[in-house]
């Protein structure tokens, strides 16, 4: 598995939602705008290489882009390449605490 492999396959909302979602698109790409990451709420700055996962939901009807930045998408290497779920856990504890 390749490290951009890895990242794609991390399910960003495990057991956190009961809504009908269809996943548009999940891949890697260079954003062009400043985002905020799904992961720990920080800012993305714009030319950063993020994972975007675009969804529908399908109760709501509307249709939404989640983003993670570099930093997250290392963690998340280190979870699903090493095994070593305490980068992700620390990224997702700051983004509950914003
Ligand atoms: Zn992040």
């Known amino acids: 598995m390749t490290r951009d492999q890895a990242i794609l396959c991390y399910n960003l ?6 809504s009908d979602v269809t996943i548009f698109s999940n891949k890697m790409l260079v954003s062009r705008k400043q985002h905020t990451c799904v992961v720990c709420r920080e800012d993305i700055a714009p030319k950063t290489r993020v994972r975007a996962q675009t969804e529908r939901d399908n109760d709501d009807k509307i249709v939404m882009t989640f983003y993670v930045c570099e930093t997250c998408c290392s963690a998340i290497v280190e979870l699903v390449l090493r095994g070593n779920d305490e980068p992700i856990s620390t ?3 700051l983004g509950m605490g914003k």
Do not use: C, I, K, W
Not at 13 to 18: H, K, L, T, Y
């Open 13 to 18: 909302f495990e057991g956190d939602r009961d």
């Open 91 to 93: 990224r997702t504890a």
